[in-house]
Antibody, heavy 117, light 107 residues
Framework: QVQLKESGPGLVQPSETLSLTCTVS????????VSWVRQPSGKGPEWMGR???????AYNSALKSRLSISRDTSKNQVFLKMNSLQTDDTGTYYC???????????WGQGVMVTVSS | DIQMTQSPASLSASLGETVTIECRAS??????LAWYQQKPGNSPQLLIY???SLADGVPSRFSGSGSGTQYSLKINSLQSEDVASYFC?????????FGAGTKLELK
């Protein structure tokens, strides 16, 4: 069955870089796109960026200058790196499988990230 | 970016009642709209896509409708397991954007 699992540090210092890994199973990264979506506590989700099935990437323009998404298809992993973190980057970070249309049909369990000194 | 405005922000309803949640887009999104359910402590789960198509495994008491800029999610015969937050998402334009959510509680 389709599964996605996020991993990474729960605490990041302000101005430092966040690195997260999404490990997928049950589908191929060369057939489906994977997005990163984050959600501050009590608020709506925010789409951050996408690794397309063909290896191309797309980013939310609000985050583009700080964000990088890459993948390793041999390990079934998608990576997120975001620099210059601030306290308003605190929230739960999810990776999702995307249907070709653009909606998110499967979500990982999420990883809670706190930006604090 | 397209703004998605959900209403109401919170809702209290009784078991067996019919509930409707609205979502308005700041421009036409041509039915490229999804609804998600998020139970406390869990990740969002897809309910509806393409405005009115039910995702796999979703009970038939959930339905979606709408077109243009106005969309709605209806829950017939409310069950206790439907207590959750509900979000709409448009995927017609980059970046895809979500509503702020509707929190549904039991009366």
């Amino acid at each position: 069955q389709v599964q996605l699992k996020e991993s990474g540090p729960g605490l990041v210092q302000p101005s430092e870089t966040l690195s997260l890994t999404c490990t997928v199973s049950g589908f191929s990264l060369t057939s489906y796109s994977v997005s990163w979506v984050r959600q501050p506590s009590g608020k709506g989700p925010e789409w951050m960026g996408r690794m397309w099935y063909d290896g191309d990437t797309a980013y939310n323009s609000a985050l583009k200058s700080r964000l990088s998404i890459s993948r390793d298809t041999s390990k079934n992993q998608v990576f997120l790196k975001m620099n210059s973190l601030q306290t308003d980057d605190t929230g739960t970070y999810y990776c999702t499988r995307d249907d070709y249309g653009g909606y998110h049909d499967y979500w990982g369990q999420g990883v809670m990230v706190t930006v604090s000194s | 970016d397209i703004q998605m405005t959900q209403s109401p922000a919170s809702l209290s309803a009784s078991l067996g009642e019919t509930v409707t949640i609205e979502c308005r887009a700041s421009e036409d999104i041509y039915s490229n709209l999804a609804w998600y359910q998020q139970k406390p402590g869990n990740s969002p789960q897809l309910l509806i896509y393409d405005a009115n198509s039910l995702a796999d495994g979703v009970p038939s008491r959930f339905s979606g409708s709408g077109s243009g800029t106005q969309y709605s999610l209806k829950i017939n015969s409310l069950q206790s397991e439907d207590v959750a937050s509900y979000f709409c998402q448009q995927y017609n334009n980059y970046p895809d954007t979500f509503g702020a959510g509707t929190k549904l509680e039991l009366k």
